[in-house]
């Protein structure tokens, strides 16, 4: 359809109608085809027979092989046929020039030919040139020179010709008709009847292809010249290689199997190893330069002659030196400290490398990678850190197949490597992370690495020799070593982390981890004055963590708006007070000792193990009006559900010693819930939190906010012991708790628990649950038992309330 109808003649013709797939004949231009299709064919005989006057229309999808009249543009050229030629093969060669466009207006037949009627535009001869056309058409005119000089399929005589054109439309069509466009970006040039809006199109074409043939011609040069210097160099290392025959000199293959050699000369191993590495070099003579087995074989005799067969370290185990070591680097972890030295001394007195796996396990920031660095520094050996967590692949353990490439040993023999002596401290950071899927299990690949009996002859993938790890001394760390599988487990001694007292903290940040942020904040000296009581302030408020990372941050905050203040100008040294340190970090994150503040009803403080240390577990129940269903939320586990359910039978157990409805249970909805719900939580230290929380949901009396308890609880009310009793009071005392009820049986755990911990934090051992309520609960309800359920009703007030069925549970 024609973008401007006010152009266009009034005139009407009906004449026969060509598709063309994939051509676009333009006004003034002339272009020769071939016919080949039924319809083609008649509307180009009856034209011929006619007047010779045919209309060229394009389709809008070449593909279509039997065109309708929804298929073809809008707008089309009205041409002369000038020849006809028939072909050998039945098709017609014809000759045809563009006169004018035509407007597609309707389509008389469709049958056996195309006839269509149009309205054909006429270019006006007198075009007033206005400044903007005969600006574009200079433009079109210095693009379209450029793009000839640039393109290989026009010259310049072609370029004269069209230039010639002293009328801009026409001139417009021929530039459009040289360039090689596609058929929609023609139909375009052809739709715009007016001049000056051709002419813009057509520019933006013409600048469009002159970039691309720019980077046509930067691409052919380039690679031309990457050619020339391949053959250049091929020459040239030709000629080096007859002058180096000539002279009498070695060729590189041949130098380097030499160099290999002296290297194995001067390098200590083991016998058969030896003999290996020189079968390996005599094999890397024989191959070809140019093939890719030369070079697996040569990485293998890399690593050969790399890693360290019989170098070792001058190690002492000195223990006076030691202890001074650990002491100036750790604060505090006595116990771990007096098992390490224990280590220590053994070794001095046998003189044996080998011993046990030592495991350093605890919550994340308690300085378990930093003791692994200071046995190394003790015991003067170097020392190789392997990060194991998210480990999948059983290669990364035992290395790749020496097939191809790419492969290399596994990151054991690569920190052997690194270490370069047979006896450095490996440590195995994170080995409770490792994991398995269809690539194998990196686990029980580490059975081999870590069992005295077997890595004598630790076998590698790769390398397919028997190395001896027997003199490494390994040091694992984990967080959970229930995550890690039973049997590597047994392969390693376990020394337990927990989490640091306030006061150990304390001198942590002022003897380790301020003087660590002071140089690396360039604060030296008085720049930055801190005193204990801030310290405390940022232990208390500001953290809560089993270790010290977390300190460790809040610190270099501070010290980093410290360093800002300095470098401004602003004081030449800043002392940190309460108030200041509160515009630095912000008001306070946590409150210290402020746990609970009053005493509530079927709300209790129980104590829970984490990976991060021990924490606060608050156990919540509400009593609904129902028909007797026990909710559980809160991420619970199946353990902790368990529990649940058996303290909910307990306490129906209990019902007349507790001067409870004997059908409670089918008048109410009992929902227990642990808050935190986006946290999974599980464990079998939870009972009696639990059941207390239902006794005193269930009798309305209060629980002591003072009070927290841990245990795991029997249907006959006994206490059960439960695990990582440390971690869980200093959880309570970080929190401000002073009354922990544990088990009875776990008493003898007690020695663990910090002193400063015990001197604040009285411990209650129980064994039955009843003693558990006598002292958590405000007013004991056992105390109220006897008589009948008439007498001396003290929970009526509750149980007669009309949410509660208006007093029948007791009648």
């Given at each position: 359809?024609?973008?401007?109808?006010?152009?266009?003649?009034?005139?009407?013709?009906?004449?026969?109608?060509?598709?063309?797939?994939?051509?676009?004949?333009f006004?003034?231009?002339?272009?020769?085809?071939?016919?080949?299709?039924?319809?083609?064919?008649?509307?180009?005989?009856?034209?011929?027979?006619?007047?010779h006057?045919?209309?060229?229309?394009?389709?809008?999808?070449g593909?279509?092989?039997?065109?309708s009249?929804?298929?073809?543009?809008?707008?089309?050229?009205?041409?002369?046929?000038?020849?006809?030629?028939?072909?050998?093969?039945?098709?017609?060669?014809?000759?045809?020039?563009?006169?004018?466009r035509?407007?597609?207006?309707a389509?008389?037949?469709?049958?056996?030919?195309f006839?269509?009627?149009?309205?054909t535009?006429?270019?006006?001869?007198?075009?007033v040139?206005?400044?903007?056309?005969?600006?574009?058409?200079r433009?079109v005119?210095?693009?379209?020179?450029?793009?000839?000089?640039?393109?290989?399929?026009?010259?310049?005589d072609?370029?004269?010709?069209?230039?010639?054109?002293?009328?801009p439309?026409?001139?417009?069509?021929?530039?459009?008709?040289?360039?090689?466009?596609?058929?929609?970006?023609?139909?375009?040039?052809?739709?715009?009847?007016?001049?000056?809006?051709?002419?813009?199109?057509?520019?933006?074409?013409?600048?469009?292809?002159?970039?691309?043939?720019?980077?046509?011609?930067?691409?052919?040069?380039?690679?031309?010249?990457?050619?020339?210097?391949?053959?250049?160099?091929?020459?040239?290392?030709?000629?080096?290689?007859?002058i180096?025959?000539?002279?009498?000199?070695?060729?590189?293959?041949?130098?380097?199997?030499?160099?290999?050699?002296?290297?194995?000369a001067?390098?200590?191993?083991?016998?058969?190893v030896?003999?290996?590495?020189?079968?390996?070099?005599?094999?890397?003579?024989?191959?070809?330069?140019?093939?890719?087995?030369?070079?697996?074989?040569?990485?293998?005799?890399?690593?050969?002659?790399?890693?360290?067969?019989?170098?070792?370290?001058?190690?002492?185990?000195?223990?006076?030196?030691?202890?001074?070591?650990?002491?100036?680097?750790?604060?505090?972890?006595?116990?771990?400290?007096?098992r390490?030295?224990?280590?220590i001394?053994?070794?001095?007195?046998?003189?044996?490398?080998?011993?046990?796996?030592?495991?350093?396990?605890?919550?994340?920031?308690?300085?378990?990678?930093?003791?692994?660095?200071?046995?190394?520094?003790?015991?003067?050996?170097?020392?190789v850190r392997?990060?194991?967590?998210?480990?999948?692949?059983?290669?990364?353990?035992?290395?790749?197949?020496?097939?191809?490439?790419?492969?290399?040993?596994?990151?054991?023999?690569?920190?052997?490597?690194?270490a370069?002596?047979?006896n450095?401290?490996?440590l195995?950071?994170?080995?409770?992370?490792?994991?398995?899927?269809?690539?194998?299990?990196?686990?029980?690949?580490?059975?081999?690495v870590?069992?005295?009996?077997?890595?004598?002859?630790?076998?590698?993938?790769?390398?397919?020799?028997?190395?001896?790890?027997?003199?490494?001394?390994?040091?694992?760390?984990a967080?959970?070593?229930?995550?890690?599988?039973?049997?590597?487990?047994d392969?390693?001694e376990?020394?337990q982390?927990?989490?640091?007292?306030?006061?150990e903290?304390?001198?942590?940040?002022?003897?380790?981890?301020?003087?660590?942020?002071r140089t690396?904040?360039?604060?030296?000296?008085?720049?930055?004055?801190?005193?204990?009581?801030?310290?405390?302030?940022?232990?208390?408020?500001y953290?809560?963590?089993?270790?010290?990372?977390?300190?460790?941050?809040?610190?270099?905050?501070?010290?980093?708006?410290?360093?800002?203040?300095v470098?401004a100008?602003?004081?030449?040294?800043v002392?940190?007070?309460s108030?200041?340190?509160?515009?630095?970090?912000?008001?306070?994150?946590?409150?210290?000792?402020?746990?609970?503040?009053?005493?509530q009803?079927?709300?209790?403080?129980?104590?829970?193990?984490?990976?991060?240390?021990?924490?606060?577990?608050?156990?919540?129940?509400?009593?609904?009006?129902?028909?007797?269903?026990?909710?559980?939320?809160?991420?619970?586990?199946?353990?902790?559900?368990?529990?649940?359910?058996?303290?909910?039978?307990?306490?129906?157990?209990?019902?007349?010693?507790?001067?409870?409805?004997?059908?409670?249970?089918?008048k109410?909805?009992?929902?227990?819930?642990?808050?935190?719900?986006?946290?999974?939580?599980?464990?079998?230290?939870?009972?009696?939190?639990?059941?207390?929380?239902?006794?005193?949901?269930?009798?309305?009396?209060?629980?002591?906010?003072?009070?927290?308890?841990?245990?795991?609880?029997?249907?006959?009310?006994?206490?059960?012991?439960?695990?990582?009793?440390?971690?869980?009071?200093?959880?309570?005392?970080?929190?401000?708790?002073?009354?922990i009820?544990?088990?009875?049986?776990?008493?003898?755990?007690?020695?663990e628990?910090?002193?400063?911990?015990?001197?604040?934090?009285?411990?209650?051992?129980?064994?039955?649950?009843?003693?558990?309520?006598?002292?958590?609960?405000?007013?004991?309800?056992?105390?109220?038992?006897?008589?009948?359920?008439?007498?001396?009703?003290?929970?009526?007030?509750?149980?007669?309330?009309?949410?509660?069925?208006?007093?029948?549970?007791h009648?």
């Amino acid at each position: 359809m024609a973008t401007e109808e006010h152009s266009v003649p009034e005139t009407k013709d009906v004449y026969p109608l060509l598709p063309l797939r994939g051509l676009l004949v333009f006004p003034g231009m002339v272009l020769h085809f071939d016919v080949g299709r039924p319809k083609s064919v008649r509307a180009l005989e009856q034209a011929v027979a006619n007047d010779h006057l045919i209309v060229l229309a394009s389709q809008e999808d070449g593909q279509v092989d039997d065109p309708s009249a929804d298929d073809l543009y809008g707008i089309g050229t009205l041409a002369r046929v000038k020849q006809m030629l028939k072909l050998p093969n039945g098709t017609i060669r014809v000759l045809v020039e563009g006169l004018k466009r035509a407007v597609l207006r309707a389509f008389v037949s469709e049958d056996d030919l195309f006839t269509v009627r149009v309205e054909t535009y006429d270019e006006p001869e007198d075009v007033v040139v206005t400044p903007a056309i005969e600006a574009m058409r200079r433009s079109v005119t210095q693009q379209f020179e450029q793009y000839v000089r640039l393109s290989r399929k026009l010259d310049l005589d072609t370029y004269a010709t069209v230039v010639d054109m002293s009328h801009p439309g026409q001139f417009a069509d021929a530039v459009a008709s040289h360039l090689p466009l596609k058929v929609r970006e023609k139909q375009d040039i052809l739709e715009a009847f007016d001049i000056e809006k051709r002419l813009e199109r057509l520019l933006q074409i013409l600048s469009d292809e002159r970039e691309v043939l720019e980077l046509e011609r930067k691409i052919h040069q380039r690679v031309r010249k990457q050619m020339e210097r391949t053959q250049k160099e091929y020459y040239l290392r030709e000629q080096m290689k007859a002058i180096q025959r000539e002279l009498g000199d070695k060729e590189g293959r041949q130098a380097e199997v030499d160099e290999l050699r002296e290297k194995l000369a001067a390098k200590r191993m083991p016998d058969d190893v030896r003999d290996r590495v020189e079968k390996e070099i005599a094999r890397l003579e024989r191959i070809p330069p140019a093939s890719a087995e030369g070079t697996v074989v040569r990485n293998y005799i890399d690593w050969l002659l790399a890693l360290p067969w019989l170098e070792a370290a001058k190690s002492t185990a000195d223990i006076a030196r030691a202890e001074r070591i650990l002491n100036e680097e750790h604060y505090g972890l006595d116990k771990v400290k007096e098992r390490i030295l224990e280590f220590i001394a053994v070794q001095a007195l046998t003189d044996k490398q080998a011993g046990p796996i030592i495991c350093l396990a605890g919550p994340p920031g308690v300085g378990k990678t930093s003791l692994a660095r200071s046995i190394a520094k003790s015991l003067k050996r170097p020392f190789v850190r392997v990060s194991l967590g998210g480990v999948r692949d059983e290669a990364e353990i035992r290395g790749h197949r020496r097939t191809y490439i790419g492969s290399m040993p596994g990151r054991i023999l690569q920190g052997m490597r690194q270490a370069s002596v047979v006896n450095p401290v490996f440590l195995l950071d994170e080995i409770d992370k490792m994991a398995s899927d269809f690539r194998g299990d990196p686990a029980s690949a580490m059975l081999e690495v870590l069992d005295p009996e077997q890595n004598r002859a630790f076998s590698d993938h790769y390398i397919e020799i028997p190395y001896d790890l027997s003199n490494v001394l390994f040091i694992t760390t984990a967080n959970n070593v229930y995550q890690i599988p039973a049997p590597l487990r047994d392969r390693m001694e376990v020394i337990q982390l927990s989490g640091y007292t306030e006061i150990e903290k304390l001198h942590i940040a002022r003897e380790h981890l301020l003087p660590k942020q002071r140089t690396a904040h360039a604060l030296k000296g008085d720049r930055i004055r801190i005193s204990d009581d801030v310290l405390l302030e940022v232990i208390r408020h500001y953290t809560r963590e089993a270790g010290v990372r977390q300190l460790d941050r809040q610190l270099a905050a501070v010290c980093r708006k410290v360093a800002r203040a300095v470098a401004a100008g602003d004081a030449k040294r800043v002392t940190v007070t309460s108030a200041v340190l509160q515009s630095y970090l912000g008001p306070h994150k946590y409150e210290f000792g402020e746990m609970e503040t009053e005493d509530q009803v079927g709300v209790v403080a129980g104590l829970a193990w984490t990976e991060m240390g021990g924490d606060l577990l608050l156990v919540e129940v509400s009593i609904v009006p129902g028909s007797g269903k026990l909710v559980l939320t809160g991420q619970l586990g199946d353990v902790m559900k368990e529990s649940a359910q058996t303290a909910l039978s307990y306490v129906r157990s209990r019902t007349r010693a507790l001067r409870l409805p004997p059908d409670f249970h089918e008048k109410v909805d009992i929902h227990i819930h642990v808050p935190e719900g986006a946290i999974p939580k599980d464990g079998p230290s939870a009972g009696i939190t639990m059941a207390t929380a239902l006794v005193s949901a269930l009798t309305h009396v209060r629980v002591r906010h003072d009070v927290a308890m841990t245990g795991e609880i029997t249907l006959r009310g006994r206490v059960l012991p439960i695990g990582g009793l440390k971690e869980k009071s200093l959880a309570a005392h970080r929190a401000g708790i002073r009354t922990i009820v544990i088990p009875k049986g776990n008493v003898k755990d007690l020695d663990e628990v910090p002193d400063l911990v015990k001197s604040e934090v009285e411990f209650v051992p129980v064994s039955h649950m009843d003693e558990v309520l006598r002292l958590a609960l405000v007013d004991n309800p056992l105390d109220h038992a006897g008589g009948s359920l008439a007498d001396e009703p003290w929970w009526a007030d509750v149980w007669s309330d009309s949410r509660f069925g208006g007093g029948e549970a007791h009648q």
